[in-house]
C-alpha cells in the first residue's frame, strides 16, 4: 500500500474532529463527513429530498411528503410529489424548485462537508431551496446565512471533484 498525504490528512482531521466532539462532552453527534459522495439529490436514500415534495416547500412553506404516484426522474435521481399540479411544476422548471447544493446541508457545503439533511429543516432565500442537516445546524446557518452561501457557492464544485 502507498503512502497518500492527502489521505492521511483527512484521516488526522476525522479524528481530531471525533476528538474534539468527545472532548466537549456534546450529546448530540456531529454530522457525518461526505455521506452523500458521488450523487447528487438523493445520495445513498431511494428518493431526492427523502422522497419529500420539493414544489411544497415554495407552495406550501412547508415540507411536505411525496406520493409514489406523482414521481419522476432528474439530474439522476428520483422525485415524490404531493399532487400532479407540484409535478408538473416541478417537470416544467426543475431548476427553480430543486434544493442548492445537490441537497447536501448548505452549512454543511460552506464547512467543507458534504451531509445529508432533515426535509423539516430548509429556508427558501432569494427563491431558492437551502437544506439543513438538523435544527442545531439550521441555527448556526441562520446567523449569517447570506455569508455561508457565498462560503458554499464557492466551495461547491470543488468539494465534488475531490
Known amino acids: ?74 439530474m439522476g435521481a428520483k422525485w415524490l410529489f404531493a399532487s400532479q399540479a407540484h409535478l408538473d411544476a416541478f417537470r416544467a422548471a426543475p431548476e427553480k424548485y430543486a434544493p442548492q447544493y445537490g441537497g447536501y446541508c448548505a452549512y454543511g457545503v460552506s464547512q467543507d462537508h458534504l451531509v445529508k439533511i432533515q426535509p423539516d429543516q430548509f429556508r427558501i432565500l432569494d427563491g431558492k431551496l437551502y437544506l439543513n442537516y438538523d435544527a442545531d445546524v439550521q441555527k448556526k446557518w441562520l446567523v449569517d446565512p447570506v455569508g455561508f452561501i457565498r462560503l458554499a457557492d464557492a466551495k461547491f464544485k470543488p468539494l465534488l471533484a475531490k
Open 1 to 74: 500500500m502507498s503512502f497518500s498525504p492527502l489521505r492521511s490528512l483527512r484521516r488526522l482531521f476525522l479524528a481530531t474532529f471525533c476528538m474534539a466532539v468527545v472532548a466537549t462532552g456534546s450529546a448530540h453527534a456531529a454530522p457525518p463527513i461526505n455521506t452523500l459522495k458521488d450523487s447528487l439529490f438523493g445520495g445513498h436514500q431511494e428518493f431526492a429530498i427523502l422522497g419529500y415534495d420539493t414544489v411544497a416547500y415554495f407552495t406550501d412553506g412547508k415540507a411536505v411528503k411525496g406520493n409514489p404516484a406523482y414521481a419522476t426522474e432528474w
